[in-house]
């Protein structure tokens, strides 16, 4: 059993890196960050446990990659960290930003073997430039870049967090409460990713996999003597509908359990209950636009998606090409990179007796390449 837990807050909304992805999902071969920084610790130190602070929305989503300890992220990096802090039993607890994403093996058994020598072990780097503070040049000799991972002690730290003012570090913190803090060098390469141009300063980063991710969807519904009908985005002219909890667009429905199939992220119904009155009469197109921001923002790009639609009725030639603009256009991709196909069962079955439709989806996927930005 480990006196050590590890806490890497990954909360952030990665509002100073101005892409579509959060770092915390950018891919490292086939990992997305987050998961490469923690498996790395866990491969260096022996953690009574491994606790990950992110958003409620990526916790359902990183439980399926790996079991470590997942807690909601607050408001600030503070929030998170008293949240995390929650989940600590042992004596000493080590918290680093998912960002730090190279701290290597030697730096961290160097600040782990400090343990004890201080209630909070904190790593620094020196300045060389001239700082100039408040209008005034200061000897830059006596200032300290401060790192982390820190090591604290977890009562000194639970402590210190019960003040009302917002530390950006543990330390700070816990010499504010009037606990002591011990430096050591720290390491160039502890950098934090805050832009774009950092990752490409960071040796360990290797890029993202190549791999096509490709993902199928299925769907069926059953027509209405009553409403409109929605296929592939577009009005279809007819005096029937769709049984169904939302606008019943089968089409999108399929489209979206394909694009979820290849992200490995579940099914419409696990995201969009149709038991939830909030997607009563809901207009599939919105809903498809959330998987797509929710697929850009855990860093996939989508590649094509093929649509192919059973169904004796209605006939659909006469609407393919706006059904192409329309999904071209949400799902952020070239229309020749949408196709849709239409046919018929030969009367067979429940669409060959014009009961409803059935619609296969395929899609496939690439991660987002960072090394090309
Ligand atoms: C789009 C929405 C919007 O509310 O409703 P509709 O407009 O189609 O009714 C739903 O997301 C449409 O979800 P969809 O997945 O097609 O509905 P269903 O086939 O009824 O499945 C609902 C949920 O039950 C789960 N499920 C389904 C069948 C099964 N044998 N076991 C299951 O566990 C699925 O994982 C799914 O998450």
């Known amino acids: 059993m480990s006196d050590l837990t590890l806490i890497l807050l990954a ?120 700082i100039v503070y408040d209008g005034k040049t200061i000897d830059r000799d006596r200032v300290k870049r401060v790192q982390t991972p820190q090591l604290s002690l977890t009562s000194a730290l639970k402590s210190a967090l019960l003040q009302e003012e917002e530390f950006t570090d543990e330390s700070s913190a816990i010499v504010s409460n009037g606990g002591s803090r011990e430096f050591i060098l720290g390491e160039e390469d502890a950098h934090k990713i805050t832009r774009i141009a950092d990752l490409k300063e ?63 992220m579940g099914d419409i119904g696990m995201m969009f209950p149709d038991n939830d009155d909030a997607y009563k009469g809901a207009d599939s197109k919105k809903l498809l636009k959330v998987v797509v921001t929710k697929l850009h923002n855990f860093g996939f790009v989508i590649i094509n998606v093929d649509v192919t639609v059973a169904a004796e009725k209605p ?8 059904m192409r603009k329309t999904l071209s256009s949400i799902l952020g991709i070239e229309a020749q990179r949408v196709n849709i196909k239409a046919t018929t069962t030969e009367k067979l079955g429940f669409i060959g007796r014009g009961e409803g439709v059935g619609v296969i989806a395929n899609a496939n996927l690439k991660y987002f390449d960072w090394t090309k930005i």
């Not at 952030?12 to 959060?22: C, D, I, T």
Request: glycine share 10%; with cysteine.
């Open 11 to 130: 909360a952030g909304s990665s509002s100073r890196f101005e892409l579509g992805v959060k770092k915390q999902w950018l891919r490292i071969a086939n990992q997305p960050l987050w998961q490469f920084v923690a498996e790395s610790y866990e491969k260096t130190a022996h953690f009574e446990k491994i606790i990950i602070a992110s958003s409620k929305e990526d916790i359902e989503f990183m439980k399926l990659y790996s079991d470590f300890t997942f807690v909601e992220g607050g408001a600030t990096r503070q929030g998170s960290l008293k949240n995390a802090l929650k989940e600590v039993t042992s004596q000493y607890v080590l918290v680093s930003d998912i960002a730090r994403a190279c701290v290597s093996g030697d730096f961290l058994k160097r600040i782990i073997s400090h343990k004890g020598k201080g209630e909070c072990i904190v790593p620094y780097l020196s300045v060389t430039d001239t």
């Open 202 to 264: 960071l040796p360990c980063l290797v890029p993202p996999s190549d791999d096509t991710l490709s993902g199928t969807g299925f769907d069926v519904h059953a027509f209405d003597d009553k409403g409109d009908m929605f296929l592939g985005g577009v009005k279809i002219e007819s005096n029937y509908g769709f049984k169904a909890h939302s606008d019943g667009d089968v089409a999108i429905h399929a489209l979206i359990d394909a694009l979820l199939g290849a992200a490995g």
């Open 315 to 322: 006939r659909l030639g006469a609407y393919k090409t706006e």
